[in-house]
């Protein structure tokens, strides 16, 4: 039996690119790189997700999807969100908050291909219906009438330090623009707040993600140096009197930079405010390079106003 949803068209006109998308979509659910029901999760793993990780994800970050009815009912549109705290944070919470929520559609989430190709990582996130981040999978899922969860930003957002915690950083990245207009579908803002606070960042340096080779390899342009990674590396100095020097400098370092020193390891409520759609039309009336830099500017500024709504309210009520 075939998905109804996968024969719907997106928009009011089929576009070429995102049929030779569907096709190429299929090709990578066959040679095992794509989970074949993007935005679908595996029933077992979502159960597993709900039975074993849920709690505590919950008492950890409370997470909160807000105006959930915001997101179209049906068809495909792109969710478009800030990411913070390293990602982690973010993703745990989005995948309890929509697996909680039933009605609300999961999304296929665009997962950088090569974590989306590496082990273990990679097979539970297919399991959950995420996707590569490429312009082929995104519009194969969208041509199905799939919703995508996007982060432009990505590890330039991420990996910002705690004092932009209420900025969003896309890194001036447009090719959600692209695939949004390609496949003609809106764009749906997300602010996510609080996940910042949960691993905070104090700098990011471009010189210790090259020489620590994989996160260069991996897409991380500048290696965050956490709150966490600081408090181990002076326990570790620390330490020096007794162990010696030279010992207690090289652990130092070494913790700064294990994946342990990134992770969120302070409670804090985490909520997704979605917004209101905004039509491919209003978007983009035509295809110049000064209407996409003003869509730009406009999703950039609606995610922003999501993640200080709080704020906003505090001060009008003052």
């Known amino acids: 039996m075939v998905d109804s949803s996968s024969e719907r068209t997106v928009g009011p006109s089929p576009d070429p690119r995102a049929s030779l998308a569907r096709h190429r979509l299929d090709r990578l659910a066959r040679g095992g790189r794509q989970q074949p029901n993007p935005g679908r999760p595996d029933p077992r793993s979502a159960r597993r997700w709900l039975r074993y990780l849920g709690p505590i994800v919950r008492l950890a970050f409370r997470p909160a999807l807000e105006n959930a009815e915001n997101a179209p009912p049906e068809g495909g549109y792109l969710l478009v969100a800030n990411h913070s705290g ?5 993703i745990a919470c989005l995948i309890v908050g929509f697996l909680d929520r039933p009605e609300a559609r999961f999304p296929a989430a665009m997962v ?12 539970w996130m297919a399991r959950l219906g995420a996707i590569p981040s490429t312009y082929d999978a995104a519009l194969g899922a969208l041509s199905q009438g799939v919703p995508v969860l996007v982060f432009p930003g990505g590890d330039i957002d991420a ?4 004092w932009r915690a209420r900025r969003v950083d896309f890194g001036g990245r447009q090719g959600f623009l ?3 207009r390609s496949a003609k579908v809106p764009i749906v803002p997300m602010g996510i707040r609080g996940s910042h606070y949960a691993a905070p960042i104090l700098f990011r340096s ?12 991996s897409g991380v342009r500048r ?21 010696g020097w030279p010992l207690a400098s090289i652990l130092a370092m070494l913790w700064i930079v294990l994946p342990l020193a990134q992770i969120p390891w302070i409670p804090w409520t985490v909520r997704m405010r979605l917004g209101e759609p905004i039509r491919y039309e209003d978007l983009f009336p035509d295809e110049s390079e000064e209407t996409l830099q003003r869509a730009y500017d406009r999703v950039i500024g609606a995610v922003e106003d999501l993640v200080n709504v709080r704020e906003r309210s505090n001060e009008s009520a003052a």
Do not use: C, E, Y
């Open 206 to 217: 471009k010189i210790l993600s090259t020489l620590l080779v994989f996160p260069r390899l």
């Open 112 to 123: 950088h291909p090569v974590s989306f190709n590496s082990w273990p990582a990679g097979g």
């Open 178 to 180: 692209k695939i949004a």
């Open 223 to 243: 290696f965050p140096v956490t709150l966490l990674g600081v408090l181990g590396a002076v326990g570790f100095i620390a330490l020096g009197p007794s162990i």
């Open 86 to 90: 390293l990602g982690n944070p973010d």
């Open 159 to 162: 990996t910002r330090p705690i």
